[in-house]
């Protein structure tokens, strides 16, 4: 058994040529940037990133209190978790360098800690380091647990987990790594986001496998959720994210050959454009 590639990309779909001399395979190749935009101006958008090989934030990125962003990177060979300032300068790597898949950062509304999911440990889990790498702590003890997400008074973190062969949303205490995590779904459940004021946790939901895809508000402290939202092309485009004061939620639509940010505000009113990108997603 002997290695064929190294390199950052993928492939897919191997096979022979007739005489059997040669492989014959499709190079997938991700090319991912960070932008900011501006809300109120738009067109101002900007990519703080330009590195063709290093899927910048491709795996997550989240802000920090004071303005700067954590983010997933490929820059050594490794997935590893980043911080840089908000105009991209300053890059400064977090976790260190290994196969451990380090991905979707949140930071605590503190800013004294990251949680990430990461395979250090074996299988996907929930963890914990401070924003300099050190102080490093397993959380959680599920199955292939993923995409966690602090609540603002930092006191809970909600994370994606498969339980009963079934991807749900499951809570648990952010201080206390010993304390048993508590299931907030037992049906279909993804990519959960606590709100603002850390009351609801909005997150992609299925009532039953033939369902349509939508958006559920859950009540973090338990429940059946208190609202449903049809948003457009949602499935396989779940980025949803709260507004700061907690009154609409921005999303992802791939429609017109690009996929831009839209905000559905919650009180029933029409949804804007807030980004104008032409193409790429």
Not at 124 to 153: F, Q, T, Y
Not at 245 to 268: C, F, I, Q, R
Request: proline share 8%.
């Amino acid at each position: 058994l002997r290695k064929m590639t190294n390199d950052l990309n993928s492939y897919r779909n191997l096979n022979l040529t007739p005489d059997s001399t040669k492989l014959v395979t499709v190079h997938a190749e991700v090319r991912s940037n960070i932008w900011v935009v501006p809300v109120k101006n738009p067109k101002d958008a900007a990519p703080i990133t330009n590195d063709p090989v290093s899927q910048n934030g491709a795996r997550g990125l989240d802000w920090t209190p004071d303005g700067k962003l954590v983010y997933t990177s490929l820059a050594n060979g490794h997935q590893n978790i980043w911080v840089m300032n908000a105009n991209g300068s300053q890059p400064r790597q977090i976790t260190a360098d290994s196969d451990d898949n380090n991905h979707f950062p949140s930071v605590s509304n503190d800013g004294k800690y990251v949680v990430f999911t990461s395979s250090r440990s074996g299988p996907s889990h929930i963890w914990r380091a401070d924003l300099e790498g050190g102080n490093l702590m397993e959380l959680s003890k599920g199955k292939h647990d993923v995409k966690p997400n602090c609540s603002p008074d930092g006191d809970w973190i909600v994370y994606s987990s498969q339980k009963n062969s079934v991807r749900v949303i499951m809570k648990m205490p952010a201080r206390d790594s010993t304390a048993e995590a508590v299931a907030l779904t037992d049906k279909y459940a993804d990519f959960p986001i606590v709100s603002p004021d850390g009351e609801l946790v909005a997150c992609l939901y299925q009532e039953e496998i033939s369902s349509p895809m939508k958006v559920a508000l859950l009540p973090l402290a338990g429940g059946a959720p208190i609202q449903m939202l049809n948003l457009p092309n949602i499935y396989p485009w779940p980025s949803v994210r709260w507004s700061a004061d907690g009154e609409a939620l921005s999303y992802l639509d791939p429609k017109d050959h690009s996929t831009n940010v839209w905000l559905l505000p919650l009180d029933g009113g029409e949804v804007s454009k807030v980004t104008d990108f032409e193409g790429e997603q």
